[in-house]
């Protein structure tokens, strides 16, 4: 049989060595991640997108091997120059939004969606969701070059659940520092009216007021910040360990942009930001 055709247009493929380390630590601590990497005998990951080099898709495998030894990692690029041959256990092929026609239960798609329109995000979800191995998820994300400040939406087979933001705690000024990488269905909607605007707001205004705790270092500032935040009544997951990054994961709904009607249920939202921490 024929591949099918590859779905999508070529990527600028920027990357770098742990460049996207902070939602790798994200996904090795998810307890839903870790129940879709042990669903099946032949759980398959698809890196996709990884870039002009492997090593990112490398480092995924590497530290959800941790979660589960026997996992199959395959790493996707539109741009059949960036093929290059598996090694350490990982397979690499030319593939888009069609997914070489593989069905993983975990897609990660980081600086993919970036350079495109805000209104294709929605049918690239579908699209790469259609993929999905049943109780499947995929993850869209945004960092910078040297990925100091992240952003990703985690979604399942029935549409977005939860936002995250992640930053080194010693190379932000302010929570609202994230606001140009935020992931492209929220990147524009950083305006009054809209809910991700709030949310940003109200965590500089909890991250100024949390300032005292800033003689014992960023991270403390930011767990002060949080429990703000909370107080406040901003949904925010709770921590379960202690974290090297400033961390906020958020439910899909408290962010939707204004006229987009949230495609996951408000509790299921919920449930997966408390499960996040």
């Known amino acids: 049989m024929r591949a099918p055709r590859p779905e999508g247009v070529v990527t600028r493929g920027t990357t770098g060595i742990n460049r996207l380390r902070r939602s790798d630590r994200w996904l090795m601590h998810h307890p839903d991640v870790a129940r879709v990497l042990h669903s099946r005998d032949d759980a398959l990951v698809v890196d996709l997108g990884y870039g002009a080099m492997p090593v990112t898709t490398l480092e995924l495998a590497a530290r959800l091997r941790t979660v589960r030894r026997r996992l199959r990692v395959v790493g996707l690029e539109i741009d059949p120059d960036r093929v290059v041959p598996g090694r350490d256990g990982v397979e690499f092929a030319r593939g888009g939004f069609e997914l070489a026609g593989l069905r993983p239960v975990l897609i990660r798609a980081f600086n993919v969606l970036r350079q495109y ?8 979800w579908d699209r790469l969701r259609s ?51 935020l992931p492209k269905a929220l990147i524009h909607r950083n305006v009054p009216g809209e809910r991700i605007h709030e949310l940003l707001q109200a965590a500089d205004r909890a991250w100024a007021s949390a300032a005292p705790h800033a003689a014992f270092g960023p991270r403390v500032r930011w767990r002060a910040t949080l429990e703000l935040l909370r107080a406040q009544g901003v949904p925010a997951a709770p921590q379960r360990r202690r974290l090297r990054d400033c961390v906020l994961t958020v439910p899909w709904d408290f962010v939707a942009p204004a006229e987009a009607q949230p ?14 921490g």
């Open 263 to 276: 495609a996951a249920s408000s509790a299921s939202s919920m449930r997966s930001a408390t499960a996040a």
């Open 131 to 181: 993929g999905l191995a049943p109780g499947g998820l995929l993850l869209d994300g945004t960092c910078d070059e040297l990925g100091r400040r992240c952003a990703w939406v985690l979604l399942d087979e029935h549409g977005p659940r939860t936002l995250t933001l992640a930053w080194s705690p010693f190379h932000s000024d302010t929570p609202s520092d994230l606001a140009e990488r």
């Open 117 to 124: 329109p805000e209104d294709a995000v929605a049918p690239a």
